[in-house]
């Protein structure tokens, strides 16, 4: 089973800003559902309370928060990194998949970074102010596997590159 990470980062690093991506960008956000579409994915809870739409359709939810009487509908709530990953593991299975996702926010990928074995890493072209980081990744452990400049929408913010990295 393979844990994934779908993360778009800013040229400094950047993920967040007051709960929400630092820039608008349709194209991506159209390769996020792409990517994770039938496939668990698991979030924090501050990543859960920015969803416009909950749960994100045609995909099982996992909530990961320590508040032990938080509730989200439509969601499975779990109160570890390693419980999230248990029951995306369960569900990738039922599902016939063998790719879990992991969408942040920046504390989740954190904590799952030593599970993770494969990154869509979509590098934004831009270095907006946030609050949010994605950790540099170590060089000697991720390779690239692929690289595809995203064609630019009408509506896009920014350039963007989509880079498929796996563990070595």
């Given at each position: 089973?393979?844990?994934?990470?779908?993360?778009?980062?800013?040229?400094n690093?950047?993920?967040?800003?007051?709960?929400?991506?630092?820039?608008?960008?349709?194209?991506?956000?159209?390769l996020?559902?792409?990517?994770?579409?039938?496939?668990?994915?698991?979030?924090?809870?501050?990543?859960?309370?920015?969803?416009?739409?909950k749960?994100?359709?045609?995909?099982?939810?996992?909530v990961?928060?320590?508040?032990?009487?938080?509730?989200?509908?439509?969601a499975?709530?779990?109160?570890?990194p390693?419980?999230?990953?248990?029951?995306?593991?369960?569900?990738?299975?039922?599902?016939?998949?063998?790719?879990?996702?992991v969408?942040?926010?920046?504390?989740?990928?954190?904590?799952?970074?030593?599970d993770?074995?494969?990154?869509?890493?979509?590098?934004?072209?831009a270095?907006p102010?946030?609050?949010?980081?994605?950790?540099?990744?170590?060089?000697?452990?991720?390779?690239e596997i692929?690289?595809?400049?995203?064609?630019?929408g009408?509506?896009?913010?920014h350039?963007?590159?989509?880079?498929?990295?796996?563990?070595?």
């Amino acid at each position: 089973m393979v844990v994934a990470f779908v993360v778009a980062v800013a040229r400094n690093g950047v993920i967040g800003r007051d709960g929400d991506l630092p820039w608008h960008m349709p194209s991506d956000l159209k390769l996020f559902r792409r990517l994770t579409m039938g496939k668990p994915i698991v979030m924090g809870r501050r990543t859960w309370s920015t969803l416009q739409r909950k749960p994100l359709d045609g995909r099982d939810n996992i909530v990961v928060t320590r508040d032990i009487a938080f509730r989200a509908d439509g969601a499975i709530v779990v109160h570890t990194p390693a419980a999230a990953l248990a029951e995306a593991r369960r569900s990738a299975i039922m599902r016939g998949t063998n790719e879990v996702i992991v969408i942040g926010g920046a504390e989740i990928y954190r904590s799952l970074l030593p599970d993770a074995r494969r990154i869509y890493l979509t590098e934004i072209a831009a270095e907006p102010e946030g609050d949010a980081f994605f950790a540099p990744l170590d060089t000697n452990e991720w390779h690239e596997i692929s690289r595809e400049t995203l064609q630019r929408g009408p509506r896009d913010e920014h350039d963007a590159v989509l880079r498929i990295l796996e563990r070595r």
